[in-house]
C-alpha cells in the first residue's frame, strides 16, 4: 500500500510556476517601459500593465513547463538498460 511509485516529477510543474510570474513580471513592465520610452510615430504598444502580465503569465507557463520537463532526468529515465 505504501509502495506506489510516483509518476510524474514536481520539477516540470514547479519550473511552470516560477517562470510564468517572472516572465509575467518582466513583460508587463516591459510594456510599461515601451509606453514612456522615446518611440517612432509609427510604434504603438499594444497591451497595458494587466495585459502584459496575462500574455507574460500565459507564455511562460507553457515555456516552463517545456524547460522543466525537459531538464528533468526522471523522464528520461530507460528501465530496460539497466
Given amino acids: 500500500m505504501g509502495t506506489k511509485k510516483a509518476t510524474s ?3 516540470p510543474i514547479a519550473a511552470m510556476f516560477v517562470i510564468s510570474i517572472i516572465s509575467a513580471l518582466v513583460v508587463a513592465g516591459s510594456f510599461e517601459v515601451i509606453k514612456v520610452w522615446p ?5 504603438v504598444p499594444m497591451f497595458g500593465w494587466k495585459g502584459g502580465l496575462v500574455w507574460g ?5 507553457v515555456s516552463g513547463l517545456v524547460i522543466g ?3 528533468d532526468d526522471t ?8
Fill in 9 to 11: 516529477s514536481p520539477l
Fill in 39 to 43: 518611440l517612432p510615430v509609427s510604434v
Fill in 69 to 71: 520537463f525537459l531538464t
Fill in 57 to 61: 503569465l500565459v507564455v511562460g507557463a
Fill in 75 to 82: 523522464n528520461f529515465d530507460d528501465q530496460q538498460a539497466i
